[in-house]
Every structure is written in C-alpha cells, then in structure tokens.
C-alpha cells in the first residue's frame, strides 16, 4: 500500500493544472498541517540534483514541473506550439492584473487605444476571463486574470505580483 507520500505524489503527477491545497486535503483525508508536511518531504526527495522535476507552488495549489536543466529536451518531445504576446497585449494583461476587475473601456482610457482584439486574444489564451458586469449604464464586461494566468507567470496569486514602481522595464 501506498503512503500519504506516494499518494500525494500520484496526484501531482495525474493533474493537468495546479492541485489546491483544499483538493489535497479532501482527496487524501489529511489536515492542512499534514499537507505542509507532505510538502516538506517531497520537496526535500526532489532536491537531489539528479531528479528531473520540481514541487512549485502557484495558483493556490502545487504542481509537478521540469527542473530547468530539463527543460529544453521537454520542449522538444511536446508537440503543442507555445505562444508569443505582443507587446500591446501583454500591456493589457498588466493593466487587467493590476486593476481587476476592469471594463474594456477602462483599459482602452488607461492606455489611450483600443484593445479589443488584445482582449479577446486574452481570452482565447485563458489568461483573462469575463468576471461580472458593472453595474452602470450597459452594464459592461468586467474582466480580470485567471489560474492559467498565475500558472504562466510562475505567481501564486495575485499578491505575488510586484509592486508597479518596481516593474522590470
């Protein structure tokens, strides 16, 4: 039989996405201090330099990923195509991340042009999602970020994200 190790170990390795802690502790019938056990031990068992994955913590939840030094042979055996965002796209996103929940038009006055298309881009990535309407006249789309978002900034959540002053240029 397996310990709450092993267990904990298979169901990093099945998930597609970030497990939350909540999820962990419901599947495996543990407390919260029990996880931050598990965590300990796995995370002390993947530090050997031989071992081609790591534990991260991001979006509220863990997750299985590549040790950097594997990373290239991954991105070769993978066959799904990564994506680049422009530059006004990603101007976008850091708009949305920082002043979520937001309305397009909030973000198209914040930056001076429209940006439609980079929302909807936005959206088809996953990296935005439709949070609500504003309660005004027409009742806007509210936007902000979702998990993939954190995911793909390496965040844990949205208080990771640093200050604005302090942005990298």
């Given amino acids: ?61 863990f997750q299985l990923v590549t040790k950097p030094a594997a990373a290239q042979l991954v991105v070769q055996l993978r066959a799904s195509r990564q994506y680049k965002l422009s530059k006004p796209t990603l101007e976008v996103l850091a708009i949305v991340a920082y002043k979520q929940p937001i309305t397009r038009a909030e973000v198209e006055e914040i930056r001076g042009v429209k940006c439609e298309r980079a929302i909807l881009t936005l959206l088809d990535k996953n990296l935005l999602r439709e949070v609500g309407r504003k309660e005004t006249v027409g009742r806007p789309i509210l936007y902000g970020t979702t998990e993939a978002f954190l995911e793909h900034f390496n965040l844990r959540s949205l208080k990771d994200l640093p200050p604005p002053g302090e942005l990298p240029h």
Wanted: charged share 25%; aromatic share 4%; glycine share 6%.
């Fill in 1 to 61: 039989m397996l310990s709450k190790l092993g267990l904990f170990e298979a169901l990093l390795f099945a998930a597609t996405e970030p497990v939350k802690r909540t999820r962990l502790m419901e599947v495996l019938s543990v407390s919260g201090q029990d996880i931050d056990q598990l965590v300990s031990q796995y995370q002390q068992l993947l530090e050997d330099p031989a071992r081609g994955v790591r534990l991260r913590e991001v979006a509220e939840g």
